[in-house]
């Protein structure tokens, strides 16, 4: 039992209310957190993971946008992807060898997906800038000369994204 403050002690063996916590109160709540934490943190790699997922989906659904434009629009289409984005370009005319403009995605830029995890890796094989022609195939170059398929690659993602060549179809 504890007195108030400010009131007479009766009894030399009462002592004063204590504040805080006790011993066992403090090794129940680190005990808690630890069982906590051991059960939760492998479900945030599980999220991590789905966050790569969403990274994927949206390149594949910015590399079949180009892929469609390029043929409704009758221009060359322009990806460029890397690490953490992939941005797609139109030219302004046909024929054209060049993109010289933003083709405009969900975001209003031409930035058409961004992927929300720093340490992912994209990779595309060949590298560089993939050109979809008029007639939908893709090309190493803006002039069509050399028709070429494609492989995107992403670390973490199972699945590559494959572009043939002859049609331009991304899957």
Request: net charge neutral.
């Amino acid at each position: 039992m504890c007195f108030e403050p400010g009131r007479r002690r009766v009894n030399p063996l009462d002592r004063q209310c204590g504040r805080g916590y006790t011993m066992v109160e403090l090794v129940m709540v680190v005990i808690l957190a630890s069982i906590l934490a051991a059960v939760a943190l492998p479900k945030l790699d599980v999220a991590m993971n789905v966050r790569d997922d969403i990274w994927r989906d949206g390149l594949l659904s910015g590399l079949r946008f180009a892929q469609k434009s390029a043929v409704s629009h009758r221009r060359l289409v322009c990806a460029t992807v890397s690490d953490t984005q992939i941005s797609l370009q139109i030219a302004s005319a046909n024929p054209a060898t060049a993109c010289d403009t933003d083709l405009i995605g969900p975001r209003s830029t031409g930035v058409f997906a961004t992927s929300g995890s720093g340490s992912t890796q994209t990779a595309v094989s060949p590298a560089g800038t993939i050109y979809f022609q008029p007639d939908g195939r893709t090309t190493t170059d803006g002039a069509g000369a050399t028709v070429s398929a494609r492989t995107v690659t992403i670390t973490g993602v199972g699945t590559a994204i494959a572009i043939t060549g002859e049609t331009g179809h991304a899957e």
